[in-house]
């Protein structure tokens, strides 16, 4: 198993496991989506069946005033698109 699997893995075990999400800062909001692929078509085409479930809704928290600056300043200096 090469690092990048073991690493997924032990995420997906450690976000499962009871308690566990207890220890994320309250502003990380949690959704569980749950995908099931019928066996008659291949992986990830045409078909597949799920659903979502909300696990803990986030926590709203007041930004920061340099983080707001950082923001402002990357937004006006982007790229824009040309008019055609």
């Known amino acids: 198993m090469d690092?990048?699997?073991?690493?997924?893995?032990?995420l997906?075990?450690?976000?499962?496991?009871?308690?566990?999400?207890?220890?994320?800062?309250?502003?990380?909001?949690?959704?569980?989506f749950d995908f099931v692929q019928p066996m008659d078509y291949p992986p990830f085409k045409?078909?597949?069946?799920?659903g979502s479930r909300l696990e803990?809704?986030?926590?709203?928290?007041?930004?920061s005033a340099d983080l707001t600056a950082w923001?402002?300043?990357?937004?006006m200096n982007r790229p824009t698109a040309p008019v055609s």
């Open 12 to 32: 997906k075990e450690s976000l499962f496991l009871p308690g566990c999400t207890s220890d994320l800062a309250q502003r990380i909001g949690l959704v569980t």
């Open 56 to 63: 803990r809704l986030a926590k709203e928290v007041a930004q």
């Open 71 to 75: 923001v402002a300043q990357k937004i």
């Open 3 to 10: 690092l990048r699997t073991e690493t997924a893995l032990c």
């Open 46 to 50: 045409l078909a597949y069946h799920g």
